[in-house]
């Protein structure tokens, strides 16, 4: 029995939900914790927290012209990102700075899958609005990576995605593939998404421990 067009759209704002409240989640701590080996206070690492995860949904947002974006409509993006903040706060007072346990490259990769729920997120809303297919990749791009950039941006560091090697182009990549899969050879979107986002998490992790670079003019 095949579900109607109201019950089907129901199922698919879930499942886009779904996926962009993890990316949240995920990129809230890693933000946590890139707060804490900066040494920011209990506010910064909440407002570092925060803004770092939810940057990007909001830039999306607005590219779309919602208005105002979904992190501040549904409580459950702060809530999500306060939870992971929590857990990065808890860690480090029982177990001491917690970053200093947490091997760069891990916290790396772990970005790396919250970089994919992002822009795998916002890939699907892109195809809801039927933007055209340079548009749905690069606000995909963006979502996945403005929050990244802000983040760098408060901790006074130039960017990764300026100069950092397979951050943007993996989720470039992956970005394109959902679209080419969805409009090129009927897939659904659910199941692009799926593989769009692995495609994305194994590029970035495949550059990081490759060590992976674009070129360089020096």
Known sequence: MKLDDSAASRIRDRMLDA????????????????????????????????VGSVGGAVLRDLLLGEHPPAPFRDWRYAALALAATSV??????????????????????FEGGGLALAAVAGARKCLDYRLNSASVVIIATVNGCGGGMLRDVLIARVPRVLHEDFYATAAIAGATLLVLLVRRFGVRP????AIGGIAIFALR?????????LPHLR
């Open 205 to 213: 992790t495949a550059a990081l421990l490759g060590a992976w670079r």
């Open 19 to 50: 996926v962009d409240l993890a990316a949240t989640f995920v990129l809230a701590m890693e933000c946590a914790l890139t707060a804490v080996r900066a040494d920011f206070d209990l506010f910064g690492i909440l407002v570092l927290s925060f």
């Open 190 to 193: 659910d199941l692009a998404g």
């Open 88 to 109: 990065v706060i808890v860690a480090s007072l029982l177990l001491g700075r917690i970053a200093n346990f947490t091997p760069p490259l891990l916290v790396d990769v």
